[in-house]
Protein backbone atom coordinates (compact mmCIF):
# COMPACT_ATOMS: atom_id res chain seq x y z
CA UNK A 1 0.00 0.00 0.00
CA UNK A 2 2.78 2.36 0.96
CA UNK A 3 3.94 2.64 -2.29
CA UNK A 4 1.40 4.47 -3.60
CA UNK A 5 2.34 7.56 -1.29
CA UNK A 6 3.75 9.41 -3.99
CA UNK A 7 1.14 9.44 -6.78
CA UNK A 8 -1.32 9.93 -3.88
CA UNK A 9 -0.34 12.88 -2.85
CA UNK A 10 0.17 14.32 -6.62
CA UNK A 11 -3.18 13.06 -6.60
CA UNK A 12 -4.56 15.20 -4.03
CA UNK A 13 -2.49 18.13 -5.38
CA UNK A 14 -3.77 17.86 -9.39
CA UNK A 15 -8.03 17.47 -8.12
CA UNK A 16 -7.59 20.73 -6.13
CA UNK A 17 -6.92 19.50 -2.74
CA UNK A 18 -8.52 18.90 0.46
CA UNK A 19 -11.19 21.84 0.24
CA UNK A 20 -12.35 20.92 -3.36
CA UNK A 21 -13.81 17.59 -2.50
CA UNK A 22 -16.93 17.14 -1.63
CA UNK A 23 -17.31 13.48 -1.07
CA UNK A 24 -15.14 10.58 -1.66
CA UNK A 25 -15.68 6.78 -2.01
CA UNK A 26 -14.51 4.08 -4.25
CA UNK A 27 -16.32 0.78 -6.32
CA UNK A 28 -14.19 -2.12 -7.45
CA UNK A 29 -11.49 -0.68 -9.70
CA UNK A 30 -12.67 3.56 -9.57
CA UNK A 31 -12.34 6.32 -6.88
CA UNK A 32 -15.52 8.47 -6.88
CA UNK A 33 -15.01 11.74 -5.94
CA UNK A 34 -17.54 14.26 -6.11
CA UNK A 35 -15.99 18.18 -6.41
CA UNK A 36 -16.78 21.36 -5.41
CA UNK A 37 -15.71 22.84 -8.53
CA UNK A 38 -14.73 19.91 -11.33
CA UNK A 39 -13.11 22.69 -13.53
CA UNK A 40 -10.23 22.55 -10.54
CA UNK A 41 -9.21 19.06 -11.70
CA UNK A 42 -6.49 18.86 -14.02
CA UNK A 43 -7.26 16.16 -15.86
CA UNK A 44 -4.13 15.97 -17.83
CA UNK A 45 -1.71 16.04 -14.43
CA UNK A 46 -4.10 13.57 -12.87
CA UNK A 47 -3.87 10.91 -15.93
CA UNK A 48 0.31 11.55 -15.85
CA UNK A 49 0.24 9.61 -12.30
CA UNK A 50 1.49 6.30 -12.90
CA UNK A 51 -1.20 4.55 -11.03
CA UNK A 52 -4.00 6.36 -13.01
CA UNK A 53 -5.30 4.08 -15.37
CA UNK A 54 -7.65 6.78 -16.77
CA UNK A 55 -10.41 9.80 -15.81
CA UNK A 56 -14.64 10.14 -16.75
CA UNK A 57 -16.97 12.43 -15.03
CA UNK A 58 -20.70 10.84 -14.51
CA UNK A 59 -23.72 11.15 -13.14
CA UNK A 60 -21.88 14.38 -11.23
CA UNK A 61 -19.49 11.83 -9.79
CA UNK A 62 -15.78 12.95 -11.11
CA UNK A 63 -14.05 9.01 -11.06
CA UNK A 64 -10.10 8.26 -11.45
CA UNK A 65 -10.04 4.66 -12.66
CA UNK A 66 -7.18 2.61 -10.19
CA UNK A 67 -7.61 -0.94 -11.03
CA UNK A 68 -7.69 -3.75 -9.01
CA UNK A 69 -5.72 -2.50 -6.40
CA UNK A 70 -7.96 0.58 -6.02
CA UNK A 71 -8.72 -0.07 -2.37
CA UNK A 72 -5.39 0.18 -1.24
CA UNK A 73 -5.21 3.50 -2.54
CA UNK A 74 -8.39 4.76 -1.19
CA UNK A 75 -6.63 3.90 2.33
CA UNK A 76 -3.26 6.06 1.84
CA UNK A 77 -5.10 8.90 -0.06
CA UNK A 78 -7.93 9.57 2.52
CA UNK A 79 -5.20 9.04 5.31
CA UNK A 80 -2.63 11.25 3.35
CA UNK A 81 -5.98 13.92 2.69
CA UNK A 82 -7.07 13.89 5.95
CA UNK A 83 -10.58 13.24 5.13
CA UNK A 84 -12.69 10.41 5.83
CA UNK A 85 -14.84 8.52 2.81
CA UNK A 86 -18.32 7.85 2.73
CA UNK A 87 -20.70 5.23 1.26
CA UNK A 88 -21.45 5.15 -2.44
CA UNK A 89 -25.58 6.38 -1.64
CA UNK A 90 -23.89 9.67 -0.21
CA UNK A 91 -21.79 9.83 -2.90
CA UNK A 92 -24.70 9.73 -4.85
CA UNK A 93 -26.60 11.96 -2.66
CA UNK A 94 -23.90 14.34 -2.88
CA UNK A 95 -23.48 13.90 -7.00
CA UNK A 96 -26.89 14.33 -7.68
CA UNK A 97 -27.33 18.21 -6.63
CA UNK A 98 -24.89 18.67 -9.70
CA UNK A 99 -27.25 16.90 -12.33
CA UNK A 100 -29.68 18.27 -14.05
CA UNK A 101 -33.36 16.99 -14.36
CA UNK A 102 -32.36 14.34 -16.98
CA UNK A 103 -29.26 13.26 -16.25
CA UNK A 104 -31.17 12.15 -12.44
CA UNK A 105 -33.94 10.47 -13.94
CA UNK A 106 -31.59 8.75 -16.26
CA UNK A 107 -29.58 7.55 -13.20
CA UNK A 108 -32.23 6.32 -11.52
CA UNK A 109 -33.51 4.37 -14.31
CA UNK A 110 -30.14 2.82 -14.08
CA UNK A 111 -30.08 1.97 -10.34
CA UNK A 112 -33.64 1.01 -10.96
CA UNK A 113 -32.85 -1.77 -13.11
CA UNK A 114 -29.53 -2.91 -12.19
CA UNK A 115 -30.73 -5.13 -9.57
CA UNK A 116 -33.06 -6.89 -11.91
CA UNK A 117 -30.57 -7.37 -14.70
CA UNK A 118 -29.15 -10.55 -13.75
CA UNK A 119 -32.64 -11.84 -13.95
CA UNK A 120 -33.51 -10.30 -16.98
CA UNK A 121 -30.01 -11.97 -18.57
CA UNK A 122 -30.43 -15.24 -17.13
CA UNK A 123 -34.00 -15.89 -18.27
CA UNK A 124 -32.80 -14.22 -21.97
CA UNK A 125 -30.39 -17.11 -22.13
CA UNK A 126 -33.29 -19.38 -20.95
CA UNK A 127 -35.60 -18.17 -24.06
CA UNK A 128 -33.18 -18.69 -26.13
CA UNK A 129 -32.45 -22.43 -24.82
CA UNK A 130 -36.12 -22.92 -25.28
CA UNK A 131 -36.23 -21.57 -28.44
CA UNK A 132 -32.92 -23.92 -29.62
CA UNK A 133 -34.75 -27.13 -28.41
CA UNK A 134 -37.89 -26.52 -28.99
CA UNK A 135 -38.87 -24.03 -32.74
CA UNK A 136 -35.82 -24.84 -34.04
CA UNK A 137 -36.36 -27.96 -36.13
CA UNK A 138 -32.63 -29.51 -36.74
CA UNK A 139 -33.61 -33.10 -36.85
CA UNK A 140 -35.84 -34.15 -40.24
CA UNK A 141 -38.37 -31.80 -39.66
CA UNK A 142 -38.55 -31.70 -35.98
CA UNK A 143 -36.76 -29.79 -33.31
CA UNK A 144 -35.21 -31.70 -30.66
CA UNK A 145 -38.19 -31.18 -28.38
CA UNK A 146 -40.61 -33.42 -30.72
CA UNK A 147 -37.80 -36.91 -31.08
CA UNK A 148 -37.22 -37.14 -27.00
CA UNK A 149 -39.44 -37.17 -24.08
CA UNK A 150 -37.06 -35.98 -21.82
CA UNK A 151 -36.12 -32.16 -24.09
CA UNK A 152 -39.98 -31.67 -24.01
CA UNK A 153 -40.11 -31.87 -20.53
CA UNK A 154 -37.07 -29.83 -20.43
CA UNK A 155 -38.77 -27.07 -22.89
CA UNK A 156 -41.77 -27.02 -20.25
CA UNK A 157 -39.98 -26.76 -17.10
CA UNK A 158 -37.84 -23.71 -18.73
CA UNK A 159 -40.83 -21.94 -18.90
CA UNK A 160 -41.61 -22.15 -15.02
CA UNK A 161 -38.34 -19.57 -14.83
CA UNK A 162 -39.16 -17.50 -18.22
CA UNK A 163 -42.69 -16.66 -17.41
CA UNK A 164 -41.63 -15.59 -13.55
CA UNK A 165 -39.02 -13.18 -14.92
CA UNK A 166 -40.42 -11.82 -17.79
CA UNK A 167 -44.65 -12.04 -16.91
CA UNK A 168 -43.45 -11.29 -13.27
CA UNK A 169 -41.32 -8.46 -14.43
CA UNK A 170 -43.16 -5.59 -12.60
CA UNK A 171 -42.88 -7.14 -9.38
CA UNK A 172 -39.14 -6.46 -9.42
CA UNK A 173 -39.17 -3.38 -11.15
CA UNK A 174 -41.61 -2.16 -7.69
CA UNK A 175 -39.54 -3.76 -5.75
CA UNK A 176 -36.36 -2.49 -6.87
CA UNK A 177 -37.90 1.09 -7.08
CA UNK A 178 -39.13 0.89 -3.47
CA UNK A 179 -35.68 -0.41 -2.39
CA UNK A 180 -33.83 2.57 -3.78
CA UNK A 181 -36.05 5.77 -3.06
CA UNK A 182 -35.87 4.26 1.07
CA UNK A 183 -39.22 3.24 1.15
CA UNK A 184 -41.08 -0.24 2.26
CA UNK A 185 -39.55 -3.27 -0.36
CA UNK A 186 -42.35 -5.08 1.07
CA UNK A 187 -45.52 -3.18 -0.09
CA UNK A 188 -43.44 -2.77 -3.36
CA UNK A 189 -43.27 -6.39 -3.66
CA UNK A 190 -47.62 -6.90 -2.98
CA UNK A 191 -48.02 -3.69 -5.14
CA UNK A 192 -46.08 -5.74 -8.21
CA UNK A 193 -47.99 -9.09 -7.37
CA UNK A 194 -51.62 -6.97 -7.91
CA UNK A 195 -50.40 -5.68 -11.21
CA UNK A 196 -49.96 -9.49 -12.69
CA UNK A 197 -52.95 -11.24 -10.72
CA UNK A 198 -53.73 -14.63 -11.91
CA UNK A 199 -57.45 -12.63 -11.20
CA UNK A 200 -56.53 -10.54 -14.21
CA UNK A 201 -57.04 -11.15 -18.10
CA UNK A 202 -53.23 -11.60 -18.71
CA UNK A 203 -52.07 -8.78 -20.49
CA UNK A 204 -50.39 -11.10 -23.14
CA UNK A 205 -54.14 -11.96 -23.69
CA UNK A 206 -55.46 -8.85 -24.28
CA UNK A 207 -55.04 -8.01 -27.78
CA UNK A 208 -57.15 -11.65 -28.22
CA UNK A 209 -59.67 -10.80 -26.52
CA UNK A 210 -63.28 -9.14 -27.44
CA UNK A 211 -63.36 -5.54 -25.33
CA UNK A 212 -67.23 -7.21 -24.05
CA UNK A 213 -65.12 -10.48 -22.68
CA UNK A 214 -63.04 -8.23 -20.88
CA UNK A 215 -63.69 -8.85 -17.25
CA UNK A 216 -64.11 -5.72 -15.02
CA UNK A 217 -64.89 -4.54 -11.26
CA UNK A 218 -67.93 -2.93 -10.76
CA UNK A 219 -68.23 -0.50 -8.21
CA UNK A 220 -71.95 0.91 -9.61
CA UNK A 221 -70.89 4.27 -10.35
CA UNK A 222 -67.89 2.98 -12.46
CA UNK A 223 -66.29 0.15 -14.06
CA UNK A 224 -62.70 -0.41 -13.82
CA UNK A 225 -61.07 -3.34 -16.35
CA UNK A 226 -59.38 -6.32 -14.44
CA UNK A 227 -56.66 -6.03 -17.27
CA UNK A 228 -52.94 -7.41 -15.96
CA UNK A 229 -49.71 -5.98 -16.02
CA UNK A 230 -47.35 -8.57 -17.36
CA UNK A 231 -43.73 -7.39 -18.77
CA UNK A 232 -45.16 -3.94 -19.10
CA UNK A 233 -42.34 -2.11 -17.98
CA UNK A 234 -43.40 1.86 -17.79
CA UNK A 235 -47.13 0.95 -15.76
CA UNK A 236 -44.58 -1.06 -13.22
CA UNK A 237 -42.40 2.23 -12.56
CA UNK A 238 -44.78 4.52 -12.61
CA UNK A 239 -47.07 2.61 -10.41
CA UNK A 240 -44.10 2.39 -8.25
CA UNK A 241 -43.18 5.66 -7.45
CA UNK A 242 -47.38 6.71 -6.73
CA UNK A 243 -46.57 3.93 -3.75
CA UNK A 244 -43.12 5.83 -2.84
CA UNK A 245 -44.82 9.01 -2.81
CA UNK A 246 -47.61 8.08 -1.05
CA UNK A 247 -45.59 6.35 1.94
CA UNK A 248 -43.73 9.40 1.94
CA UNK A 249 -46.46 11.79 2.64
CA UNK A 250 -48.25 9.60 5.32
CA UNK A 251 -44.61 8.83 7.06
CA UNK A 252 -44.36 12.61 7.33
CA UNK A 253 -47.47 13.53 8.95
CA UNK A 254 -48.37 10.44 11.08
CA UNK A 255 -47.38 10.32 14.64
CA UNK A 256 -45.16 7.40 14.93
CA UNK A 257 -46.84 5.88 17.53
CA UNK A 258 -49.88 4.96 15.17
CA UNK A 259 -47.02 4.64 12.17
CA UNK A 260 -47.09 0.77 11.75
CA UNK A 261 -50.92 0.70 11.26
CA UNK A 262 -51.62 3.71 8.81
CA UNK A 263 -48.81 3.95 6.51
CA UNK A 264 -48.37 0.25 5.28
CA UNK A 265 -52.57 0.70 4.70
CA UNK A 266 -52.96 4.65 3.91
CA UNK A 267 -49.84 3.92 0.93
CA UNK A 268 -50.69 0.47 -0.40
CA UNK A 269 -54.17 1.19 -1.23
CA UNK A 270 -54.23 4.09 -2.81
CA UNK A 271 -51.40 2.82 -5.14
CA UNK A 272 -53.58 0.16 -6.00
CA UNK A 273 -56.40 1.72 -7.12
CA UNK A 274 -54.61 5.22 -8.75
CA UNK A 275 -52.53 1.87 -10.58
CA UNK A 276 -55.74 0.11 -11.87
CA UNK A 277 -57.33 3.21 -12.76
CA UNK A 278 -55.16 5.87 -13.92
CA UNK A 279 -51.12 5.41 -14.41
CA UNK A 280 -51.37 1.43 -15.12
CA UNK A 281 -53.30 2.22 -18.51
CA UNK A 282 -51.42 5.57 -19.18
CA UNK A 283 -48.18 3.42 -18.87
CA UNK A 284 -49.26 0.78 -20.61
CA UNK A 285 -49.79 3.61 -23.80
CA UNK A 286 -46.58 5.13 -23.28
CA UNK A 287 -44.90 2.12 -23.33
CA UNK A 288 -46.59 0.92 -26.26
CA UNK A 289 -46.04 4.27 -27.86
CA UNK A 290 -42.41 4.37 -27.34
CA UNK A 291 -42.45 0.24 -29.00
CA UNK A 292 -44.42 1.24 -31.84
CA UNK A 293 -41.99 3.85 -33.05
CA UNK A 294 -38.68 2.44 -31.86
CA UNK A 295 -40.39 -1.03 -34.14
CA UNK A 296 -41.32 0.89 -36.85
CA UNK A 297 -38.12 2.41 -37.64
CA UNK A 298 -36.10 -0.41 -37.30
CA UNK A 299 -38.43 -2.19 -39.17
CA UNK A 300 -39.16 0.47 -41.93
CA UNK A 301 -38.10 0.93 -45.45
CA UNK A 302 -35.05 3.52 -44.12
CA UNK A 303 -34.46 1.02 -41.03
CA UNK A 304 -30.94 0.79 -42.02
CA UNK A 305 -30.29 4.71 -41.72
CA UNK A 306 -32.00 4.31 -38.14
CA UNK A 307 -29.72 1.14 -37.82
CA UNK A 308 -26.80 3.15 -38.62
CA UNK A 309 -27.42 6.41 -36.45
CA UNK A 310 -28.23 4.22 -33.37
CA UNK A 311 -24.98 2.13 -33.97
CA UNK A 312 -22.81 5.62 -34.58
CA UNK A 313 -24.40 7.27 -31.75
CA UNK A 314 -24.97 4.78 -28.55
CA UNK A 315 -21.22 4.97 -27.48
CA UNK A 316 -21.28 8.25 -27.17
CA UNK A 317 -25.02 7.76 -25.39
CA UNK A 318 -23.34 5.62 -22.86
CA UNK A 319 -21.20 8.26 -21.64
CA UNK A 320 -23.80 10.98 -20.85
CA UNK A 321 -25.60 7.92 -19.15
CA UNK A 322 -29.10 8.52 -21.22
CA UNK A 323 -28.29 4.46 -21.90
CA UNK A 324 -30.48 3.33 -18.73
CA UNK A 325 -33.55 4.29 -20.70
CA UNK A 326 -32.49 1.44 -23.40
CA UNK A 327 -33.61 -0.88 -21.05
CA UNK A 328 -37.38 0.02 -20.62
CA UNK A 329 -37.35 0.23 -24.76
CA UNK A 330 -35.95 -3.65 -24.79
CA UNK A 331 -38.15 -5.08 -22.57
CA UNK A 332 -41.52 -3.00 -23.47
CA UNK A 333 -40.15 -4.22 -26.80
CA UNK A 334 -39.75 -7.99 -25.79
CA UNK A 335 -43.63 -7.78 -23.73
CA UNK A 336 -45.22 -6.40 -27.12
CA UNK A 337 -43.33 -8.29 -30.21
CA UNK A 338 -41.88 -11.30 -28.26
CA UNK A 339 -38.13 -9.98 -28.89
CA UNK A 340 -35.93 -6.41 -29.37
CA UNK A 341 -34.05 -5.59 -32.48
CA UNK A 342 -32.96 -2.81 -30.18
CA UNK A 343 -30.55 -4.88 -28.08
CA UNK A 344 -28.43 -6.66 -30.32
CA UNK A 345 -27.31 -3.51 -31.56
CA UNK A 346 -26.38 -2.16 -28.23
CA UNK A 347 -24.17 -5.93 -27.71
CA UNK A 348 -22.32 -5.34 -31.11
CA UNK A 349 -21.45 -1.38 -30.17
CA UNK A 350 -19.59 -3.00 -26.62
CA UNK A 351 -17.97 -5.30 -29.09
CA UNK A 352 -16.41 -2.70 -31.57
CA UNK A 353 -15.10 -0.33 -28.88
CA UNK A 354 -13.52 -3.30 -27.25
CA UNK A 355 -11.93 -4.36 -30.58
CA UNK A 356 -11.09 -0.45 -30.67
CA UNK A 357 -8.94 -1.36 -27.37
CA UNK A 358 -7.92 -4.09 -29.08
CA UNK A 359 -5.78 -2.16 -31.80
CA UNK A 360 -4.81 0.18 -29.18
CA UNK A 361 -2.85 -3.17 -27.05
CA UNK A 362 -1.24 -4.56 -30.31
CA UNK A 363 -0.16 -0.81 -30.93
CA UNK A 364 1.15 -0.28 -27.77
CA UNK A 365 2.33 -3.70 -26.63
CA UNK A 366 5.48 -2.24 -25.70
CA UNK A 367 3.59 0.12 -23.46
CA UNK A 368 3.91 -1.33 -20.11
CA UNK A 369 1.79 1.26 -18.37
CA UNK A 370 -1.03 1.39 -21.45
CA UNK A 371 -1.03 -2.11 -21.48
CA UNK A 372 -2.41 -2.29 -17.41
CA UNK A 373 -5.24 -0.25 -19.16
CA UNK A 374 -5.98 -2.05 -22.20
CA UNK A 375 -5.73 -5.31 -21.84
CA UNK A 376 -8.59 -5.40 -19.10
CA UNK A 377 -10.84 -2.39 -20.41
CA UNK A 378 -10.47 -4.54 -23.56
CA UNK A 379 -11.83 -7.83 -21.80
CA UNK A 380 -14.27 -5.76 -20.36
CA UNK A 381 -15.70 -4.41 -22.84
CA UNK A 382 -16.04 -7.78 -25.04
CA UNK A 383 -18.11 -8.80 -21.72
CA UNK A 384 -20.58 -6.00 -21.94
CA UNK A 385 -19.15 -3.46 -19.66
CA UNK A 386 -17.62 -0.71 -21.83
CA UNK A 387 -17.17 2.54 -19.41
CA UNK A 388 -13.06 1.19 -18.80
CA UNK A 389 -12.52 0.59 -22.63
CA UNK A 390 -14.54 3.98 -23.28
CA UNK A 391 -13.03 6.06 -20.50
CA UNK A 392 -9.90 4.59 -19.87
CA UNK A 393 -8.50 4.21 -23.52
CA UNK A 394 -10.82 5.37 -26.36
CA UNK A 395 -12.32 8.60 -25.14
CA UNK A 396 -8.50 9.60 -24.09
CA UNK A 397 -6.92 9.11 -27.66
CA UNK A 398 -9.99 10.33 -30.02
CA UNK A 399 -9.84 8.92 -32.60
CA UNK A 400 -10.67 4.45 -31.58
CA UNK A 401 -13.48 5.81 -30.27
CA UNK A 402 -14.40 7.05 -33.59
CA UNK A 403 -13.45 4.02 -35.18
CA UNK A 404 -15.15 1.57 -32.66
CA UNK A 405 -18.31 4.20 -33.36
CA UNK A 406 -17.77 3.27 -37.40
CA UNK A 407 -17.29 -0.28 -36.66
CA UNK A 408 -20.58 -0.28 -34.60
CA UNK A 409 -22.73 1.48 -37.04
CA UNK A 410 -21.47 -0.93 -40.01
CA UNK A 411 -22.45 -4.11 -37.65
CA UNK A 412 -25.58 -2.01 -36.93
CA UNK A 413 -26.34 -2.30 -40.74
CA UNK A 414 -25.62 -5.77 -40.72
CA UNK A 415 -27.90 -6.65 -37.72
CA UNK A 416 -30.79 -4.74 -38.44
CA UNK A 417 -30.84 -5.37 -42.71
CA UNK A 418 -30.84 -9.03 -41.51
CA UNK A 419 -33.75 -8.68 -39.38
CA UNK A 420 -31.85 -10.11 -36.00
CA UNK A 421 -33.89 -9.86 -33.03
CA UNK A 422 -32.91 -11.22 -29.22
CA UNK A 423 -35.39 -12.99 -27.08
CA UNK A 424 -34.49 -10.74 -24.39
CA UNK A 425 -31.79 -8.37 -22.87
CA UNK A 426 -28.58 -10.95 -22.83
CA UNK A 427 -24.67 -10.34 -21.98
CA UNK A 428 -24.14 -7.12 -23.68
CA UNK A 429 -20.68 -8.54 -25.36
CA UNK A 430 -19.61 -11.86 -27.61
CA UNK A 431 -22.00 -13.95 -24.91
CA UNK A 432 -24.41 -11.65 -26.03
CA UNK A 433 -25.01 -14.42 -28.93
CA UNK A 434 -26.59 -16.90 -26.85
CA UNK A 435 -29.78 -14.67 -26.35
CA UNK A 436 -30.30 -13.98 -29.83
CA UNK A 437 -33.43 -15.97 -31.36
CA UNK A 438 -31.27 -18.86 -32.98
CA UNK A 439 -32.34 -18.25 -36.39
CA UNK A 440 -30.57 -15.30 -36.39
CA UNK A 441 -27.29 -16.34 -35.62
CA UNK A 442 -25.49 -16.82 -38.32
CA UNK A 443 -26.02 -13.38 -39.41
CA UNK A 444 -25.52 -12.17 -35.70
CA UNK A 445 -22.27 -13.91 -36.16
CA UNK A 446 -21.62 -11.79 -39.15
CA UNK A 447 -22.54 -8.24 -37.42
CA UNK A 448 -20.20 -9.44 -34.62
CA UNK A 449 -17.19 -9.77 -37.54
CA UNK A 450 -17.76 -6.36 -38.29
CA UNK A 451 -17.82 -4.76 -35.04
CA UNK A 452 -14.45 -6.82 -34.30
CA UNK A 453 -12.81 -6.00 -37.49
CA UNK A 454 -13.79 -2.98 -39.08
CA UNK A 455 -12.60 -0.52 -35.39
CA UNK A 456 -9.42 -2.67 -35.17
CA UNK A 457 -8.26 -2.62 -38.84
CA UNK A 458 -9.50 0.98 -39.03
CA UNK A 459 -7.66 2.09 -35.28
CA UNK A 460 -4.72 0.03 -36.19
CA UNK A 461 -4.10 2.13 -39.00
CA UNK A 462 -4.90 5.56 -37.68
CA UNK A 463 -2.64 4.83 -35.13
CA UNK A 464 0.17 4.00 -36.72
CA UNK A 465 0.24 7.28 -38.10
CA UNK A 466 -1.21 9.14 -34.72
CA UNK A 467 0.41 7.56 -31.94
CA UNK A 468 4.01 8.60 -30.92
CA UNK A 469 7.07 6.70 -30.21
CA UNK A 470 6.33 7.41 -26.51
CA UNK A 471 2.95 6.53 -26.72
CA UNK A 472 3.86 3.30 -28.02
CA UNK A 473 6.42 2.37 -25.76
CA UNK A 474 8.99 2.35 -27.95
CA UNK A 475 11.13 5.30 -26.61
CA UNK A 476 14.34 4.00 -25.44
CA UNK A 477 14.88 3.63 -21.22
CA UNK A 478 16.69 6.09 -19.54
CA UNK A 479 20.10 5.12 -18.13
CA UNK A 480 19.57 4.61 -14.44
CA UNK A 481 20.94 7.28 -11.86
CA UNK A 482 23.90 5.85 -10.61
CA UNK A 483 23.05 4.28 -7.04
CA UNK A 484 24.67 6.27 -4.07
CA UNK A 485 24.97 3.79 -2.02
CA UNK A 486 27.57 4.80 0.77
CA UNK A 487 25.14 7.57 1.74
CA UNK A 488 23.03 6.80 5.33
CA UNK A 489 20.36 8.27 6.63
CA UNK A 490 20.37 11.74 8.22
CA UNK A 491 18.31 13.26 10.68
CA UNK A 492 15.97 16.04 8.26
CA UNK A 493 14.94 17.86 11.72
CA UNK A 494 16.25 18.84 15.10
CA UNK A 495 14.53 17.81 17.86
CA UNK A 496 13.32 14.88 20.21
CA UNK A 497 12.93 11.59 18.36
CA UNK A 498 9.65 9.08 18.75
CA UNK A 499 8.33 5.91 17.65
CA UNK A 500 5.99 6.02 14.69
CA UNK A 501 3.96 3.53 16.39
CA UNK A 502 3.53 6.50 19.24
CA UNK A 503 2.50 8.94 16.11
CA UNK A 504 -1.35 9.95 17.45
CA UNK A 505 -2.23 10.16 14.02
CA UNK A 506 -3.50 6.02 13.02
CA UNK A 507 -2.64 6.64 9.85
CA UNK A 508 1.02 7.09 10.53
CA UNK A 509 0.89 5.02 13.66
CA UNK A 510 -0.60 1.85 11.87
CA UNK A 511 2.73 1.88 9.17
CA UNK A 512 -0.01 1.77 6.61
CA UNK A 513 1.94 4.47 4.50
CA UNK A 514 5.19 2.39 5.48
CA UNK A 515 7.64 2.10 8.73
CA UNK A 516 9.82 5.22 9.45
CA UNK A 517 10.25 7.70 12.42
CA UNK A 518 8.92 10.60 13.98
CA UNK A 519 10.41 13.89 15.22
CA UNK A 520 8.94 16.33 17.39
CA UNK A 521 10.86 19.57 15.96
CA UNK A 522 12.79 22.50 18.13
CA UNK A 523 14.26 24.19 14.76
CA UNK A 524 12.83 24.67 11.62
CA UNK A 525 15.10 23.80 9.24
CA UNK A 526 14.31 20.71 7.50
CA UNK A 527 17.18 18.54 4.83
CA UNK A 528 16.67 16.13 3.13
CA UNK A 529 17.87 12.92 4.64
CA UNK A 530 19.16 11.36 1.48
CA UNK A 531 20.59 12.41 -2.37
CA UNK A 532 17.54 12.33 -5.13
CA UNK A 533 14.48 13.98 -6.74
CA UNK A 534 11.75 15.88 -5.41
CA UNK A 535 8.89 13.63 -6.00
CA UNK A 536 6.47 15.43 -4.68
CA UNK A 537 6.43 19.19 -3.17
CA UNK A 538 2.92 19.97 -1.80
CA UNK A 539 1.71 23.85 -3.05
CA UNK A 540 1.21 24.31 1.06
CA UNK A 541 4.80 23.38 2.09
CA UNK A 542 3.72 20.77 4.56
CA UNK A 543 5.26 17.70 2.74
CA UNK A 544 7.54 16.44 0.89
CA UNK A 545 8.69 13.28 -1.27
CA UNK A 546 11.71 12.26 -2.39
CA UNK A 547 13.07 9.76 -4.95
CA UNK A 548 16.55 8.40 -3.23
CA UNK A 549 19.20 8.01 -5.45
CA UNK A 550 19.98 4.76 -3.87
CA UNK A 551 16.48 3.58 -4.47
CA UNK A 552 14.49 4.45 -1.30
CA UNK A 553 11.44 6.44 -1.40
CA UNK A 554 11.20 8.55 1.56
CA UNK A 555 8.04 11.28 2.97
CA UNK A 556 8.48 13.86 5.49
CA UNK A 557 5.15 15.09 6.64
CA UNK A 558 5.82 18.40 8.73
CA UNK A 559 3.50 18.27 11.61
CA UNK A 560 0.35 16.51 11.98
CA UNK A 561 -2.79 18.36 10.25
CA UNK A 562 -0.86 21.17 9.04
CA UNK A 563 -2.43 21.18 5.38
CA UNK A 564 -5.16 23.08 7.05
CA UNK A 565 -2.94 25.89 6.99
CA UNK A 566 -2.84 26.17 3.68
CA UNK A 567 1.05 27.14 3.38
CA UNK A 568 0.93 29.72 6.27
CA UNK A 569 4.00 29.16 8.15
CA UNK A 570 5.46 27.16 5.62
CA UNK A 571 8.60 28.26 3.06
CA UNK A 572 9.26 25.71 0.86
CA UNK A 573 12.70 26.01 -0.87
CA UNK A 574 12.53 23.13 -3.40
CA UNK A 575 9.98 22.39 -5.97
CA UNK A 576 8.65 18.90 -7.42
CA UNK A 577 11.07 17.65 -9.91
CA UNK A 578 14.14 19.38 -7.99
CA UNK A 579 17.36 17.52 -7.50
CA UNK A 580 18.92 17.89 -3.96
CA UNK A 581 21.76 16.43 -2.61
CA UNK A 582 21.94 14.82 1.13
CA UNK A 583 21.65 17.83 3.96
CA UNK A 584 19.98 20.31 1.14
CA UNK A 585 17.48 22.38 2.53
CA UNK A 586 13.37 21.25 2.05
CA UNK A 587 11.65 24.13 4.25
CA UNK A 588 11.55 26.71 6.43
CA UNK A 589 9.22 26.32 8.93
CA UNK A 590 7.40 28.24 11.56
CA UNK A 591 7.05 26.48 14.59
CA UNK A 592 5.73 29.02 16.96
CA UNK A 593 2.97 29.97 14.51
CA UNK A 594 2.08 26.47 13.41
CA UNK A 595 2.32 25.41 17.33
CA UNK A 596 -0.30 28.80 18.32
CA UNK A 597 -2.46 27.48 15.03
CA UNK A 598 -3.44 24.22 17.59
CA UNK A 599 -1.16 21.88 15.58
CA UNK A 600 0.61 19.10 16.42
CA UNK A 601 5.00 19.61 15.47
CA UNK A 602 5.35 15.96 15.73
CA UNK A 603 6.63 15.14 11.63
CA UNK A 604 6.80 11.48 10.72
CA UNK A 605 9.37 10.92 8.28
CA UNK A 606 8.03 7.27 6.36
CA UNK A 607 9.86 5.03 3.72
CA UNK A 608 6.89 4.62 1.58
CA UNK A 609 8.64 1.95 -0.72
CA UNK A 610 8.20 -0.48 2.26
CA UNK A 611 11.54 -0.54 3.65
CA UNK A 612 11.50 -1.82 7.37
CA UNK A 613 13.83 -0.12 10.03
CA UNK A 614 14.98 -0.53 13.11
CA UNK A 615 15.05 2.15 15.21
CA UNK A 616 18.48 2.35 17.41
CA UNK A 617 17.19 4.88 20.42
CA UNK A 618 14.12 6.14 21.25
CA UNK A 619 12.89 9.20 22.83
CA UNK A 620 16.16 10.93 22.50
CA UNK A 621 17.10 14.08 21.74
CA UNK A 622 18.80 14.21 18.10
CA UNK A 623 20.30 17.01 15.38
CA UNK A 624 20.03 18.01 12.20
CA UNK A 625 22.02 15.88 9.68
CA UNK A 626 22.72 13.15 12.65
CA UNK A 627 23.67 9.89 11.36
CA UNK A 628 23.56 6.90 12.87
CA UNK A 629 19.76 7.00 14.20
CA UNK A 630 18.20 3.73 11.99
CA UNK A 631 19.40 0.49 10.68
CA UNK A 632 17.89 -0.19 7.28
Known sequence: MSRFQQDAALLLDAIGGKDNINAITHCVTRLRFVLKDPKRADVSRIEAITSVKGTFTQSGQFQVIIGNEVSEFYKVFTALAGIEGVSKDAVKAAASSQQNLLQRIMSALGEIFAPIIPALICGGLILGFRNLIGEIKMFDGQTLAQTSVFWAGMYQFLWLIGEAVFHMLPIGIVWSITRKMGTTPILGIVLGATLVSPQLLNAFAVAGTAPADIPHWDFGFARVNMIGYQGQVIAAIMAGFVLVYLERLFRRITPAVISMIVVPFCSLVPAVIIAHVLVGPIGWKIGSGIADVVYNGLTSDWNVLFAAVFGFLYAPVVMTGLHHMTNAIDMTLTTKFGGTILWPMIALSNIAQGSSVLAMSVLQ?????????????????????????????????????????????????????????ALSIGVGGIPGILSINPQFWQTFALAMAAAIVVPFILTCLIGQRRLSAAEKGHTPAPAPAELISSETFIAPMTGRLIALEDVADQGFASKSMGDGIAIEPSDGTVIAPYSGTVAVAFPTGHAYGLACDNGREVLIHIGMDTVELGGKGFTARVKQGDR????????????AYIKAQGKPLVSPIVFTDGEAITVRQKNVDITRGEGGIIDL
Open 365 to 421: RHNARAAQVNVPACVSAYLGVTEPALFGVNLKYGFPLICGMIGSATAAVISVGGGVQ
Open 580 to 591: VRQGDVLAEVDL
